[in-house]
């Protein structure tokens, strides 16, 4: 169901490269709310994923971009503010890669030229399209920028590895600029933090299948999926979030709040059923 939260508004989205991506669903919903948006990824994600079909769907075009490169940031806002005829109303930011989880090394035996490619991908591109913005007045007062975050920057999660530090990064960025950004022009800057969600970057976690039921049992609602992430990215794009900025907003069925459930305790107390004697 449709309620035209976004009717007139007018956006870029970052990310989707096929159709499991967070924001393949963002881009689905947000076009169902009415609004317009340029679509963007890099030139070769767009070589290998299905971007193509998701523009055809929403009625709109693609314009690649890097957005490590500010070069490139600045052309595609340059061209997107052409296209509208002027100021944007919402970005989203949903970019994640670290070659060192790619090439599987473990946080204590990372490549270091790596992990500086890991915080400038996931971590500083979210500055640049910031400052791009702001430099080119790009975007309209009581506009939202949103990106997507995860847990892991604020509690460790085994095999997360460089990734979480490149989130606490982000969600630092979100606060640092938004302010700026909300003194200045009254825009708001949010990240918000989903559920592990089985997706291109998703699977290359370690471990993933075993952390998503974990994060599932352990979440009084159960993981949020990508859709349920895509219905909360448009309430933040709409009118009716204006006064929500520098948060970090958990979206995760309620695990960041959990300690221990039922269902873990019984668990754990079955665990010392099994191998007597290593209890208490
Ligand atoms: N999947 C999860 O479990 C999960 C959980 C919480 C947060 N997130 C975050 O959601 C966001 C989207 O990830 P996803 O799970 O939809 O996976 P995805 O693989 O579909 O999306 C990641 C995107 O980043 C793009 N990208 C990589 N390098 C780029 C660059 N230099 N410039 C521009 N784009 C670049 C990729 O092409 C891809 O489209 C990421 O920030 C990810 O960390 C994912």
Known sequence: MAYNLLSGKKGIIFGAL???????????????EGADFILTNTPVALRFG????????????VIPADATDVEELENLVK??????????DFILH???MSPNVRKGLAYDRLNYGYYQSTLDISALSFHK????????????????????????SQRTL???NDMADAKSLLESIARSFGYIYGRDKKIRVNTISQSPTMTTAGSGVKGIDRLLDFSNRMSPLGNATAEDCAGYCVTL????????TMQNLFHDGGFS????????????????????????
């Open 18 to 32: 096929n159709e499991m991506s967070i924001a393949w669903k963002v881009a689905e919903k947000a076009y169902e």
């Open 257 to 280: 709040s959990m300690g221990m459930s039922l269902k873990a305790m019984t668990q754990y107390d079955k665990s010392f059923r099994d191998y007597p004697g290593e209890g208490d």
């Open 158 to 160: 085994y095999g997360y």
């Open 50 to 61: 299905t971007l193509d079909k998701l523009a055809e769907k929403c009625k709109t075009e």
């Open 79 to 88: 061209k997107t503010m052409e296209k509208y005829g002027g100021k944007i």
């Open 237 to 244: 794009f709409s009118d009716l979030t204006r006064k929500v």
């Open 129 to 152: 399209v910031l400052l791009v913005c702001r430099k080119l007045d790009a975007i309209k007062d009581w506009g939202s920028v949103v990106a997507l975050s995860y847990v892991a």
């Open 94 to 96: 949903s970019i994640g």
